[in-house]
């Protein structure tokens, strides 16, 4: 009976902490939703820059733009732009109700002086920036992939 009693209170406290568990990859605040921020694992010749791809949903009524963005691991954060060669941007629009793609093949962040080499499963906390929503603190997970090849 006392057995029944604690299996029972632990299927109550695992069900309850499984939808936390499931959203500790998004993050949100002010209308704006982050979404499934990585980072690809360094290689021994990557060990001072890497770059940082999520998505950012903008699901207030009122635009808004990324200004920046900060990271422990790292000595400086900068947004780049797409393009062959990348340079750094002030700012990124993110129109109301639409989402902003840092990826690869778009705008992403880009993390120099990085402390010490990302490994896969590595956390790291990144501050972003926003004109009008303020601060929103991510949780960055160091994934097994190349920004071309990531698949979700």
Excluded: C
């Excluded at 635009?63 to 691991?73: E, K, N, P, S, T």
């Excluded at 992403?108 to 303020?134: C, H, M, P, W």
């Amino acid at each position: 009976m006392k057995m029944t009693k604690i299996t029972a209170r632990l299927l109550f406290v695992a069900a309850a902490v499984a939808p936390l568990a499931a959203m500790a990859h998004d993050h949100g605040a002010k209308g704006i939703e982050v979404v499934h921020a990585w980072a690809p694992a360094m290689s021994e010749a990557d060990t001072k820059s890497t770059a940082v791809y999520m998505t950012i949903k903008n699901r207030s009524g009122a635009g808004d733009r990324l200004i920046g963005a900060r990271a422990r691991v790292a000595s400086k954060v900068e947004i780049h732009e797409p393009n062959k060669v990348s340079k750094s941007v002030a700012a990124v629009p993110i129109d109301a109700g639409k989402d902003l793609e840092l990826s690869s093949t778009g705008h992403y962040l880009l993390l120099t002086g990085v402390n010490s080499r990302l490994q896969v499963r590595d956390r790291f906390k990144t501050a972003l920036e926003f004109e009008r929503a303020g601060r929103v603190v991510v949780d960055v997970i160091v994934e097994d992939a190349a920004p071309a090849q990531h698949r979700h």
